[in-house]
């Protein structure tokens, strides 16, 4: 009718009514993720082994936000149970930033192992029978750029990181044609409890070119819009595991120089 210019259209995003579940969410990248997918119109399991954290996220997001606490390597059955029946994505963001070197204690190592990497196979092993029978499914990895890379001080974290990478790597290239979507999550340092943990190694590091939670969600997002497998965060990453590829000595030395600061700090 003349005179009525009809209403803007909002387009609905992808991820209305998608069924998300967020492990590690009780701060950092998780609370940012889970926010995010909820703010996208997703309904979301906010996991955390912290329980009082996990709940005051999940109150922060309101009504499309469910707390389920717990271990991040158990979690699956009872948030699909939560989100009734069916998950659509799950992110594994739960991570041990685990220092130490060779002699790490043997604890150290099986825990970070257990969370960084297990956990993520566990998870699969429950999802993917339901997704391949669907044709759909998406798994979100945070890695972190110590997978791509490596991390001065903390190698169980490095090994681990690395295995987690392995690990989304094949579930994409085992699963891509059947419809299970992956997404490896490898920024350099964030501004979290886990950065703070990293002490004076992540002082030198991570800390000068750090962002916020926010903007690692921003780009998983634009990446999985456009269906990246890698999402980096801090683009230079790419030219660093270009050089670690094609460069290996000339790489290993810059970081072994790297360690000699660190060491003489």
Known sequence: MPGIRPGKVIPVSAYQDQRVVVTGAGGGIGAALAHRFAAEGATVVVNDLDAAKAAAVADGIGARAIAVPGDASAVVEQAREALGGRVDVYCANAGLASGGDAFADEAV?????????????RAARLLLPDWLERGSGR?????SAAGLL????????SVTKHGALAFAEWLSLTYRHRGVQVHAI???GVRTDMLTAAGSAGELVLAPTAIEPEAVVDTLFDGMEKGRFLILPHPEVADYYAARATEPDR??????HLQQKWETR
């Open 251 to 256: 790489w290993l030395g810059s970081m072994n």
């Open 139 to 143: 798994f979100v990895s945070t890695v």
């Open 109 to 121: 190592w099986e825990a970070a192992w257990d969370t960084n990497v297990m956990a993520h196979v």
């Open 186 to 188: 490898c920024p350099q």
């Open 150 to 157: 490596t991390m001065i001080g903390a190698a169980p974290y």
